[in-house]
């Protein structure tokens, strides 16, 4: 649950202010077009918006926060372009919801500057192994390969993965 | 002849292998040079919340790439909405191979074998037509690649549809459920641009190929001797 103080965590990711939120109509065609309405009931991305407007709380099961997919389709629709998607995001992360997938991508950002693929499959083979991954392998064959990391120069090296919770080993 | 930065991004390093090969290939084919850009690093993809740390990370592969050119290749739709999103100035001209693309050059390429009687759907998914601003300049290209060659093209509307590619490793019903409904309203082989979509297409399709639009262009070409 992002409780009311820790929504300043999100505008600072997001880099909106909260009066941004106030030009919203409330026409709903973000709910309207959503992706997740094919994945869930009673989507509706502006629901979200208002809450940091107001200042509620979030719950952590928030469809919007499990299933998002940052296809863009409610930022285009909006008549003001609110990139909903980055704020689900900064919610996400602010409440430390990264999956472990996402915790081991960044990770290898971290140590390499890239993502070294067999790196974040290894870091969460256990969860590929309980989530039933293994009978689509057949189909996969395609893209594996043997590389070797590679670690790059960085100029600005990224921090450690961050968060009100970062030790949160993420639930999806 | 024309000459490019080039940022491949790290899936084309690995699982879209194929499509950086693809690509380099094709851009050979076209005359044009892709240079790589020294120590690039990964944009960061669709997993930072803080969208300064998103730009930053971006932001310093434009800062590796400046000086060594204007114009950059990003064969990646994620990398290719990240690296826009870092250049908000438009400081760069960030062009997806696809914007390399248009049916005069492609009369010049060397044809020899077209796709007559065939029926393809392709398929761009999110980032390439979104957020809008960011999106490719000519959002048929796919269209017009395939018809100007003699496939038969279908699924206009759910062209931009989102695969859920991105949710795969996390709520993989998901993907699962938002792939099928694309495939369920089209038909034919499906031709995709974005490492997300090959993989969840890929995975879900059953009985239907899913190959990159390199894979066509190069097939056409007499490069590749199957689809
Ligand atoms: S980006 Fe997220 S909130 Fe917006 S339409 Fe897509 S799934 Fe819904
Ligand atoms: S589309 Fe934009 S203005 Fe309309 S309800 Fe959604 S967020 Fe508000």
């Known amino acids: ?172 | 002849m024309m000459e490019y930065g080039y940022y491949p991004g790290c899936s084309l390093t690995g699982s879209a292998k194929r499509l950086d090969q693809g690509v380099r290939q094709l851009c050979k084919k076209l005359g044009h040079i892709l240079t790589e850009i020294p120590d690039w690093n990964c944009c960061g993809a669709l997993e930072y919340g803080d969208r300064n740390e998103l730009v930053s990370i971006s932001g310093e592969n434009l800062e590796k790439a400046r000086g060594m050119c204007k114009e950059i290749v990003v064969p990646c739709p994620a990398c290719y909405k990240n690296l826009k999103d870092a250049d908000p100035d438009r400081s760069f001209n960030i062009l997806s191979p696809l914007e390399l693309l248009s049916v005069e050059n492609l009369s010049q390429i060397q044809q020899k074998r077209d796709l007559k009687g065939q029926v393809f759907f392709p398929y761009y998914g999110c980032l390439l037509m979104r957020p809008e601003g960011n999106s490719i300049k000519n959002r048929n290209i796919m269209e017009d690649v395939i018809s100007a060659f003699g496939g038969e093209v279908n699924g206009e509307n759910m062209k931009d549809r989102c695969c859920g590619g991105n949710q795969l490793f996390l709520n993989k019903w998901a993907t699962e459920k938002l792939s099928t409904l694309i495939l369920g309203k089209t038909k034919g082989t499906v031709v995709v641009f974005c490492p997300f979509c090959h993989m969840a297409m890929k995975t879900f399709a059953e009985g239907r190929k899913v190959i990159y639009l390199t894979d066509l262009l190069l097939y056409v070409m007499g490069e590749n001797n199957s689809l």
């Not at chain 1, 979030?58 to 909903?84: F, G, K, M, N």
């Not at chain 1, 993502?115 to 392998?137: N, Q």
């Open chain 1, 1 to 172: 649950m992002i409780k009311e103080k820790d929504h300043e965590i999100v505008f600072k990711y997001t880099g909106y202010r909260r009066e941004d939120f106030s030009v919203c109509l409330g026409c709903k065609i973000c709910a309207s077009v959503c992706t997740v309405n094919d994945l869930a009931q009673n989507v509706n991305p502006q629901e979200l918006l208002m809450k940091l407007f107001v200042g509620e709380k979030i719950e952590d099961d928030h469809p919007l926060v499990r299933y998002c997919t940052s296809c863009y389709r409610c930022t285009t629709a909006c008549p003001w372009q609110i990139r909903i998607p980055e704020v689900v995001r900064a919610v996400k992360e602010s409440l430390g919801m990264e999956s472990r997938f996402e915790k081991a991508f960044k990770k290898s950002l971290n140590i390499w500057g890239r993502v070294y693929e067999p790196f974040v499959v290894a870091m969460t083979a256990l969860d590929l192994l309980k989530g039933g991954y293994i009978k689509y392998m057949p189909k996969w064959m395609g893209y594996a390969g043997f590389h070797l990391p590679h670690k790059v120069k960085r100029i600005k090296p990224t921090s450690a993965p961050k968060g009100l919770n970062p030790s949160g080993e993420g639930r999806s």
